[in-house]
C-alpha cells in the first residue's frame, strides 16, 4: 500500500513538476488541528512558477481532486492542506502497529552499516557521580535508536582506566602501608578515601604530586607490584559500576578504555609520524594546529608520558579497523569540546577516510540548587560532586514513600520503586534538548502530574492494567493483547471522538520521530513523544470508557497499540516500562 505522502506526490506531481521524492520530502505535518493531516509548502515553488506562493496554493487546490484516502485539499498561507479519510488512517496506522507489533517504527536506513557509541566512559577509581548519568542516558538511548533504524551498534565504555590518578592512588595506598589482604577487602569506599586522602595530603606536601607522578610512571614502565595493584583498583571500580549499571538497566558491547592502547603507543606515534603530523616541542612531541585555530594536540610530554589525546587516536584507529564503523559518536559533556575538535582534525590531517564518521555529541550541564538558592554543577555541601548512587537510593526512597501513602498495602515494592525512581531521574534530564543545562528539581522530576518519569509510567500502567482487568473479566489469567489477533472484526470507523483521533494520529508519528532524533542524535524528541502519547492515552481513557462500552472491542485495540508504542517509546529513552504501580 502507498504511504499517504507517496500518495500526496502522485496528485501534485503533474501539476508541480516535482518529483516524488522531493514532494514526499518536502511534506509536514501541521502542528494546529483544523489545519488538515498533511501540509505541502508551496514557498519553494514561487520563484520557478514566479508567483506568490498563496496563489500557488490556490491554484493547485482547484486543480487536485480528493481520492478515496485523500478526501480534502485547502490552500492555506502558501501551504496546501490535506485532510485524511479518519476511518482510513486509523485503519492504516493502527493495522500496522498490530501487524509489526514491537518492531513498530523499525527501519532500515543504518542497514549494512556500524554505529560505535562511546558513553558513559567514567574514570575508574572513582565513584558514579550524578553528573554522569546524562551522558550515560544519552548514551544508552542513542544505542536503542540506532538499533532500531537498523544500524549494527557498538556501545563502548572507554573507560578511564589510565593516568596519574593511578599514580595517586598507589602512593597512598603504599603510604598508608596497606596489605594483600588489605587489598583483597577493598572497597570502592575505601578507594574514594585514598583519592581524598591524597588531595588532602598534596596540599599539606606539594612533592606528592611528583610522587603520584613517578609512580604513574613505574606503571607504564610496566611495574609488575604496580601492575597488579592498578588491576585491582579497576576490578573494584568495575563491580560498583556494573552494580549502577544494573539499575539503570544500562548494557555495553564492550569496556576496552585507555589502559588497552597504552601498548598502541608506539605504533601511534609511527603512524602520525608517517604522515608527517609530529612536530618536537621543548622535548614534548605535538601536532601543530595553529592553522586551524586550535592549541597544539599534546602527544608524548617531556617526560615520555603519553596522553588522552594520544589514546583516544588509538582507540579510533583500533575502532575504524575493529569495527569498520560508519560513524563513530563520543556522548561527552560540553567540557570536552576543545579535545573532540582536535582529536578529529588530526585524523583529518591523518588523511583518515574514516574520519569523518567521527562526532563528538556534546551536552550541557545538570545543576542542582544549592543551599543559598543558587544553581550549582552537582555538588554536595563539601563540594564533593553527588554519588550517583546516592541520588538514585535517594529517589527511590521518596518514590517509596509516594507509593505506601497511596496505597499502605504496597509494600515490599523496592525494586519497582527503584525502576520508577530511575523513570524519574532519566526522564528529567532527556526531556531537554541535549545541548541546552539544565536545573534539576526533586519536586518536578518525582511529581506524577507534569512532564516527568512517573507521569509517562503511569500512562503506560493504566493502558497495561485496562488490558488485564479485560482478561480478568473474562477469567483468562494473562492481560489481554488484542492486537496480536489481527484486524478481523475491528470497525475502524468507531473512532470518532477527537481523544481517539488524538491518539491514533499521535501513534502514526513514531517512525518519523525515531527519524527526527537520529538525526539531531539528541532523545529529547523521543521524551517529548513520550509525554504526548501519554497525555493522549489519558485523554482518551478519560474522555471515552473502553470496557463495558458498546465499542469495547475496538477501543482496547487502540488501547493495546498505544501500549505498544508508549512502552518501545519508554524503553527507548531508557525510562523502565512498567506495568503495574
Ligand atoms: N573518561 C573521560 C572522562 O571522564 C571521558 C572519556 C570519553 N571518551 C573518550 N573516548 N574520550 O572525562
Not at 527501519?107 to 550524578?130: H, Q, W, Y
Request: aromatic share 8%.
Amino acid at each position: 500500500m502507498k504511504t499517504y505522502k507517496e500518495e500526496i506526490a502522485d496528485l501534485l506531481g503533474p501539476h508541480t513538476g516535482l518529483a516524488p521524492q522531493e514532494i514526499a520530502f518536502a511534506i509536514t505535518l501541521p502542528q494546529h488541528a483544523g489545519h488538515g493531516d498533511f501540509a505541502f509548502p508551496c514557498f519553494p515553488l514561487a520563484k520557478k512558477l514566479r508567483k506568490a506562493p498563496p496563489a500557488i496554493a490556490n491554484e493547485l487546490a482547484g486543480l487536485i481532486k480528493p481520492t478515496a484516502s485523500i478526501v480534502k485539499v485547502e490552500a492555506l498561507n502558501g501551504y496546501l492542506n490535506f485532510f485524511v479519510d479518519q476511518t482510513d488512517f486509523a485503519r492504516r496506522t493502527l493495522g500496522r502497529i498490530a501487524s509489526e507489533q514491537a518492531a513498530y517504527g523499525s527501519s532500515r536506513r543504518g542497514e549494512g552499516k556500524t554505529v560505535v557509541i562511546d558513553f558513559s566512559s567514567p574514570n575508574m577509581g572513582k565513584e558514579l557521580a550524578f553528573h554522569h548519568l546524562r551522558g550515560t542516558m544519552i548514551g544508552h538511548s542513542l544505542s536503542k535508536l540506532y538499533a532500531r533504524a537498523g544500524y549494527k551498534v557498538e556501545r563502548v565504555n572507554h573507560l578511564g582506566d589510565w593516568g596519574t590518578s593511578y599514580g595517586k592512588l598507589i602512593v597512598m595506598f603504599l603510604r598508608e602501608g596497606l596489605t594483600e589482604a588489605d587489598l583483597a577487602a577493598m572497597t570502592i569506599e575505601r578507594l574514594n578515601g585514598l583519592y581524598t586522602a591524597f588531595s588532602q595530603a598534596a596540599t599539606a606536601d606539594p612533592a606528592m604530586e611528583d610522587k603520584a607522578r613517578e609512580a604513574f610512571q613505574r606503571l607504564e614502565a610496566g611495574d609488575a607490584h604496580y601492575r597488579r595493584l592498578w588491576q585491582a583498583f579497576k576490578d573494584i571500580t568495575l563491580i560498583e559500576l556494573n552494580r549502577i549499571y544494573r539499575f539503570l538497566e544500562v548494557e555495553f558491547d564492550s569496556y576496552i578504555g585507555e589502559a588497552h592502547f597504552v601498548d598502541h603507543m608506539p605504533k601511534t606515534m609511527d603512524l602520525l609520524t608517517s604522515k608527517g603530523l609530529v612536530q618536537k616541542s621543548q622535548g614534548a612531541e605535538i601536532v601543530d594546529l595553529s592553522a586551524h585555530n586550535m592549541p597544539p594536540a599534546l602527544l608524548r610530554k617531556s617526560d615520555g608520558a603519553t596522553l588522552y589525546i594520544t589514546r583516544d587516536i588509538a582507540a579510533a584507529v583500533y575502532r575504524a579497523e575493529t569495527y569498520g564503523f560508519a560513524k563513530c559518536l563520543y556522548v561527552v559533556d560540553n567540557g570536552q569540546s576543545l579535545h573532540f575538535q582536535q582529536l578529529i582534525k588530526v585524523l583529518e590531517l591523518g588523511g583518515f577516510p574514516w574520519a569523518s564518521g567521527i562526532e563528538h555529541i556534546p551536552f550541557g550541564l545538570v545543576l542542582i540548587k544549592s543551599e543559598d538558592g543558587g544553581w550549582e554543577k552537582g555538588k554536595t555541601r563539601s563540594g564533593q560532586a553527588s554519588l550517583l548512587k546516592d541520588v538514585l537510593e535517594a529517589a527511590r526512597e521518596k518514590i517509596e514513600g509516594i507509593i505506601l501513602e497511596k496505597n499502605p498495602e504496597a509494600a515490599g515494592k523496592e525494586a519497582l520503586a527503584m525502576r520508577i525512581g530511575v523513570g524519574a531521574l532519566v526522564f528529567s534530564e532527556l526531556k531537554n534538548r541535549r545541548l541546552n543545562d539544565i536545573r534539576f528539581e526533586w519536586d518536578q522530576a518525582l511529581s506524577f502530574e507534569g512532564d516527568s518519569g512517573p507521569y509517562v509510567q503511569n500512562a503506560h500502567v493504566r493502558l497495561c492494567s485496562i488490558l488485564r482487568k479485560s482478561a480478568e473479566k473474562a477469567g483468562r489469567a494473562k492481560a489481554d493483547r488484542p492486537s496480536e489477533n489481527g484486524t478481523d472484526g475491528i470497525d475502524f470507523s468507531r473512532f470518532p471522538e477527537p481523544q481517539a483521533q488524538t491518539l491514533i494520529r499521535s501513534l502514526s508519528l513514531f517512525p518519523d520521530k525515531i527519524n527526527t532524533a537520529i538525526e539531531a542524535n539528541d532523545p529529547c524528541p523521543m521524551a517529548q513523544y513520550a509525554l504526548e502519547i501519554a497525555e493522549g492515552a489519558h485523554g482518551f481513557i478519560h474522555s471515552c470508557r473502553v470496557l463495558g462500552s458498546a465499542e469495547e472491542k475496538d477501543r482496547l485495540f487502540l488501547i493495546d497499540c498505544a501500549r505498544i508504542v508508549l512502552g518501545r517509546t519508554l524503553d527507548m529513552i531508557g525510562v523502565p516500562p512498567i506495568e503495574e504501580m
